[in-house]
């Protein structure tokens, strides 16, 4: 096991530097890239848990993710450190890596949320059944006949346009939207599952029953990730070694952070908090006083201070998972680095396991079905719906007719040239050269009509898709005239 064939300095086009930079030196290049993002930006006005925040303590996606390349950089150097006392860095490569290895987990902890939608899980389920009501229809529409059910359309294209999944999405942003040109091994390290949404999910206690539970990627990134499985030696359906981290460092990260901003937005009060984590502890276990410990101890040294109660329990959990989830990267590590493990790293029934379980269980049952959350979301998905309804004549028209409106302005479709206008320019050059593209593939005119109508609605999900919590309010109502 080498890492130096895991982390390289390869990207799908050559870099702008004049000379050949060193693997520290790539990954510094990745961070500068990411952090400037505009995609990075839009994410302080993101949903994390509540819709259309306006109170600035409370989480938006951009601070959960600063919390989680935090946690993240906690666990990889936990797991160097541990490496380097058995003697094991450079057997493994890693010898004067150690910042490119860090580096490389800690940006990828900050863009892991980089796709979600507005209103965050909501969001993901509002264009999901749009597609799903109107994708068939639409595309019937374009191109004035329908698809047989082994066509590509059928088979791969419109399974692929239903399922409308962050993760795939964030893949979806770097590469083909921002052209960030980021190493493979960065993008590597943010896929979480391995399998397109044309594939269905395996059955329980197949092969890769968890990597493939979702999609983790869309056909238009087909070629990207066959190209990161060549040049990073990952067989197919298998994971990049540093994905484990970060998804480790997402689950100890927001566990605890969506309880404390139940606190200081008043859904729960600190008695009711406690008297939760204990019933639903006493739920998953007996006898067991692992977590009821943490919080008699938290509880005894904070009195009745709600910051403090937190800030104590949080310090000893993230200790606690940090520590169990560096032991088992290790002890494991042969499945870790083929990417074979089909489990997160913070599994298997341990304590440490089970006081996830619990804070996730209370937020679940108490939290996430608060009157604070539920009202905003089902407003965003009231404009989410009607704004993908208003952009809707653009999926209808005919293929050659929707390219008069790109190439020009067409006054015989005067809507339909108004609402061309107000998509992202970075989407439309997306959209233009993946359209572009298809000239150079041997392909059938019902193949290639079905392909732009592909890049098409994806063009208009990318741009809804792409807008904050407030934009899509604001954009609703503005498009509505109410």
């Known amino acids: 096991m080498n890492y130096l064939r895991k982390l390289t300095c390869q990207r799908p086009r050559l870099s702008s530097a004049d000379t ?14 990411i952090i400037q993002s505009a995609a990075i930006r839009r994410l302080q006005q993101k949903t994390q848990v509540y819709p259309l925040e306006s109170n600035a303590a409370v989480r938006s996606r951009l601070t959960h993710s600063l919390e989680v390349q935090q946690t993240g950089r906690f666990l990889a150097l ?23 290895f860090t580096n490389l987990v800690e940006m990828a902890c900050l863009l892991h949320d980089v796709g979600n939608p507005p209103f965050g899980h909501f969001g993901e389920a509002a264009i999901s059944r749009w597609m799903e009501d109107h994708a068939e229809q639409s595309h019937d529409q374009s191109l004035q006949r329908t698809s047989n059910p082994e066509s590509l359309f059928k088979t791969t294209l419109l399974p692929d346009l239903c399922v409308f ?3 795939a999405q964030g893949l979806r942003i770097i590469h083909h939207l921002q052209d960030l040109n980021l190493t493979y091994s960065q993008m590597a390290a943010l896929i979480k599952y391995t399998r397109p949404p ?53 689950d100890i990260a927001y566990c605890i952070a969506d309880l404390e901003d139940a606190l200081d937005k008043g859904i729960l009060s600190l008695k009711e908090l406690q008297f939760w984590l204990n019933q639903i502890w006493n739920e998953f276990t007996k006898d067991n006083a692992y977590l009821p410990d943490i919080m008699e101890s938290a509880a005894q040294r904070s009195g009745t201070n709600e910051h403090e109660f937190i800030v104590r329990m949080r310090t000893r959990l993230v200790r606690d998972l940090v520590d169990y989830a560096a032991n088992r990267y290790i002890s494991r590590h042969n499945e870790v680095f083929d990417g074979s493990l089909d489990e997160p790293l913070i599994e298997g029934g341990s304590n440490q396991h089970m006081a996830l379980e619990t804070l996730k269980t209370v937020a679940v049952r108490h939290v996430f079905t608060s009157m604070e959350k539920e009202t905003p979301e089902l407003r965003g998905y009231s404009a989410l719906i009607g704004l993908l309804d208003t952009f809707k004549p653009l999926l209808t028209l005919p293929p050659d007719e929707f390219q008069r409106i790109v190439v020009r302005d067409d006054h015989q479709h005067f809507i339909e040239q108004r609402l061309y206008h107000r998509l992202s320019r970075k989407h439309k050059v ?18 290639q009509q079905d392909l732009e109508w592909y890049y098409r609605s994806r063009l208009l999900i990318d741009y809804v898709s792409g807008m904050t919590d407030h934009f899509v309010v604001d954009e609703f109502q503005s498009l509505s005239a109410i």
């Not at 936990?78 to 094991?88: A, C, K, P, V, Y």
């Not at 359906?237 to 997402?250: H, K, N, S, T, W």
């Open 20 to 33: 050949q930079r060193d693997l520290v030196t790539e990954t510094e290049s990745n961070r500068g890239r």
């Open 430 to 447: 997306a959209y233009t050269r993946a359209v572009e593209g298809l000239t150079n593939r041997d392909l059938s005119i019902h193949d």
């Open 78 to 100: 936990t797991i160097l450190d541990r490496w380097r006392q058995s003697g094991e860095l450079k057997s493994l490569g890693l010898e004067g890596q150690e910042l490119a």
């Open 198 to 250: 044309c594939e269905p999910a395996p059955e329980q206690g197949e092969a890769f029953t968890y990597r493939k539970k979702k999609p983790g990627f869309y056909y238009s990134e087909t070629t990207l990730i066959q190209q990161m499985q060549q040049h990073l030696h990952i067989d197919d359906g298998c994971r990049f070694p540093l994905v484990y981290i970060m998804e480790a460092a997402d």
């Open 165 to 167: 999944e962050g993760n």
